[in-house]
């Protein structure tokens, strides 16, 4: 399927994992790519697209800012003069722990992360996905439902609370809204490690807690792979979605939540 020909998205977080496979397979439906991420391996992935024929920008940049947000999102306005998709890709738990053993700088770090860089890009894009008749498309989570990771929930919570409002502001204006939820997805080593902190017994233990509620909540018993999350993300994107609009998809094996 070519569902992308002489169109332009821009994905975030897209040097590795959910972000890299989502846009080898957009490059492969004729998307034109901007990619954005804080780690410099994004440059390395788009010069391999490049070499298959994908027009394609790769930018780094600190999403947690709006200033960085801003820079990209006009960046890449001004380098393909539209931009009709922007997928939402920036976020995941740093910690994984009980609620009361998170200090401070550790909730404010996890909101930075996984709320903030969907917030600003949102409110970037906006002007030139209004102009092209665009759409958003969030990666949310089902940890919302999960355990030890609250401040990344919460997070996440205001990412699909995000996505329901605005796709209501924005539907007369002719901007889709929607958001994938994924559940546990297996993936490569991280390029980039969203902790190298080093981790004890008892973290060690709470991260298999965590693991365990994320198997037994979903009715398949077991973790997704790339291709699984990045699907649901394409044909939200696509026209073929055309009549959808706030709408938060979970992709988690039948999360009966």
Not at 72 to 96: E, M, P, S
Not at 208 to 221: C, F, G, I
Request: glycine share 8%.
């Amino acid at each position: 399927m070519r569902r992308f020909d002489n169109k332009v998205m821009l994905i975030t977080g897209a040097a590795q994992g959910i972000g890299r496979r989502l846009a080898e397979r957009a490059a492969e439906e004729g998307a034109s790519l901007a990619l954005v991420d804080r780690a410099e391996h994004v440059h390395a992935l788009a010069a391999e697209l490049e070499q298959q024929g994908t027009r394609v920008l790769a930018l780094n940049a600190d999403l947690e800012t709006w200033s960085g947000a801003d820079d990209a999102l006009r960046q890449a306005y001004q380098h393909f003069g539209r931009l009709d998709v922007l997928v939402n890709n920036v976020g995941g738990t740093i910690w994984a722990q009980p609620y009361t053993h998170y200090q401070p700088q550790q909730i404010e770090a996890e909101v930075r992360r996984s709320l903030f860089p969907t917030l600003w890009c949102c409110h970037a894009a906006l002007p030139y996905l209004i102009e092209s008749g665009g759409n958003i498309v969030n990666v949310s989570s089902v940890a919302t439902r999960g355990v030890n990771r609250v401040p990344y929930a919460s997070a996440k919570g205001g990412v699909n609370a995000l996505t329901v409002t605005l796709a209501i502001e924005m539907a007369e204006q002719g901007v889709r809204v929607n958001a994938t939820a994924p559940g546990g997805t297996e993936a490569p080593p991280r390029l980039t490690p969203r902790n190298s902190e080093p981790q004890s017994e008892q973290d060690q233990v709470w991260y298999q807690q965590l693991v365990d509620q994320t198997l037994t909540s979903s009715l398949m018993h077991r973790y997704g792979n790339l291709d699984e999350q990045v699907g649901p993300i394409l044909f939200l994107a696509s026209d073929e979605a055309s009549y959808i609009t706030g709408s938060i998809l979970p992709v988690a094996g039948g999360d009966p939540g």
